[in-house]
């Protein structure tokens, strides 16, 4: 107890230190803030991490020029839990996007569902208000689909995208389209304004998202203010997508198509920033959402290397993220860290950018990591893995404990719909959930990064870990509240079109396979 409480508090002094430092460059204008988030992109999907097609140019020169995190991760292992902790700095646990319905289940926002993003949730736009940003999202939401819930409810100053994936299509009785928003105003639809054609895989979403994003750096440049921008495009994710010009370009199929176009597409917004002169004024972070969904691979879905499982599972696959982070005149090039990294650092990096502190009226989970970006240094910390409102997994250092193991059910696997296809690992990738809170099974990720090799209980090694890490978990848990579950009910009178005699509330349950969205939002 005694290091872990020392750890944090060397933590917060270095987030001090440093926010101070961005205050103390004086009188000029903070930062310009950019995130790049894919959606179901693998940690194996880009050159650099060793994908031997090398089909990612942008991004492996982006990394080349700047700093790559072997070691960073998702805060959840899927899309909406995700999101809200990158907004919010903190563990869906405390934000409220989990559910209670069933045990160690994941959750996300469908159309369907009641709750989103609480009010009581400071998002990172709102806060950058403070030092005069101005702020757009691009892309998926995710955080709620009614009116409260809005992006621009939650301090973006713009939006254009989706509040939901680019599931479908529907028939527009029982269920519409997903509806696509110019920040008020609905615009269209996916598979009708913004087609997507799921037979050869064509969609211009893409170009369009891109387009949206040089636009608004051209105008906040005009501006002479500084900007936020969110860049939450969904290619990546199963029905995988791509436009003309880039389909049948890859090695790697259609998957591959979309990211040959996501990589070029990055491409030409740091080419952008480096024609307006802004690349040195300009922070740029780029990361996925969770690992590649191998549900829907090797079609449609990427890669997560030499890492076990994928999506909706909290093995490495699922939760190891690929990230760059990439500031000229500040990032020396050709940097890697291994700074233990999550998602949510991004809200405290980004609010230490622009002279802000973090709210001190909750917990926040995410880290400043400008020591680990600008100055090399290392920090110790936990990092929890939750499904649901279970506590899975805890990562120390290079040892990382299971609490509870299991990929998905019986029932789901039998049908076809398999999380870890061809990883089988005895007593590991269970497809019932066993519990090893009593004597977790431990791994050490530098060794044996695949977690196929459990610790012996009874090894000094295992004791070592297990004593450094229980301390961790305590603290954590003793300290924990909860926020209101905003994932566990469903009403289909909410969505954004609804047939008459919808009204009826239930508990959000996985619904039957012959829904065409496979991907089921309670597993």
């Not at 809200?84 to 469908?110: C, D, K, S, V």
């Not at 502190?357 to 400008?370: C, H, I, N």
């Amino acid at each position: 107890m005694r290091a872990v409480a020392a750890a944090t508090k060397g933590w917060r002094l270095l987030l001090v230190l440093s926010t101070a430092g961005i205050a103390a460059a004086g009188a000029r204008q903070p930062p310009n803030i950019l995130v790049l988030l894919m959606d179901d992109m693998g940690w194996g999907d880009l050159g650099v991490y060793g994908e031997p097609s090398r089909e990612t140019p942008n991004l492996d020169q982006m990394a080349a020029e700047g700093m790559l995190f072997p070691n960073f991760y998702s805060a959840n292992p899927l899309c909406s839990p995700s999101r809200a902790a990158l907004l919010t700095g903190r563990l869906p646990i405390r934000n409220g996007f989990y559910t209670t319905n069933a045990h160690a289940r994941n959750a996300y926002t469908p159309q369907e569902v009641v709750g989103g993003i609480p009010d009581s949730e400071l998002l990172l736009p709102e806060l950058l208000k403070e030092a005069g940003y101005t702020s757009k999202i691009v892309g998926k939401w995710h955080l709620g689909h009614r009116p409260q819930f809005h992006p621009l409810k939650h301090g973006f100053d713009e939006w254009f995208g989706s509040p939901n994936c680019h599931f479908g299509p529907y028939d527009n009785r029982a269920r519409p389209n997903i509806p696509v928003y110019r920040d008020w105003e609905m615009v269209g639809r996916f598979y009708e304004e913004f087609p997507i054609n799921l037979k050869t895989g064509e969609a211009n979403l893409t170009q369009i998202y891109l387009e949206e994003a040089l636009d608004f750096i051209r105008r906040q440049q005009a501006r002479q203010r500084p900007f936020f921008l969110y860049w939450a495009i969904d290619a990546t994710h199963a029905p995988v997508y791509a436009s003309r010009s880039f389909l049948g370009t890859s090695r790697r199929g259609r998957y591959g198509d979309a990211v040959r176009e996501v990589d070029a597409s990055v491409g030409r917004i740091l080419r952008l920033l480096r024609e307006l002169r802004l690349g040195e004024s300009t922070f740029v972070f780029f990361t996925s959402d969770n690992g590649a969904a191998l549900v829907s691979a090797p079609e449609q879905g990427g890669s997560n290397g030499p890492f076990l499982c994928g999506k909706q599972t909290t093995f490495e696959g699922g939760m190891r993220v690929p990230a760059i982070a990439w500031w000229p005149g500040h990032i020396p090039a050709g940097q890697v860290s291994h700074q233990l990294g999550s998602i949510m650092d991004l809200f405290s990096t980004s609010l230490s950018l622009a002279g802000l502190k973090p709210p001190r009226d909750r917990a926040v989970d995410g880290l400043d990591l400008l020591p680990a970006i600008l100055q090399g240094q290392l920090m110790d910390r936990p990092m929890f893995y939750y499904r649901g409102n279970t506590l899975m997994a805890v990562t120390l250092g290079l040892y990382k404990a299971h609490f509870w193991t299991w990929t998905n059910s019986w029932e789901e696997f039998k049908q076809g719909i398999n999380f870890c296809p061809g990883q089988n690992v005895s007593g590991v990738t269970t497809h019932t959930q066993e519990e090893h809170t009593k004597l977790p099974l431990m791994f050490h990720l530098g060794r044996d990064p695949g977690e196929r090799y459990p610790l012996s209980f009874g090894s000094a090694e295992y004791q070592d870990a297990l004593g450094r890490i229980t301390p961790a978990v305590q603290q954590h848990q003793e300290a924990l509240v909860p926020g209101q579950p905003q994932l566990n009910v469903c009403n289909q009178a909410v969505m954004n079109w609804a047939p008459p005699g919808c009204e009826k509330l239930g508990k959000c349950l996985r619904p039957p396979e012959s829904v065409p969205e496979k991907c089921s939002w309670l597993h």
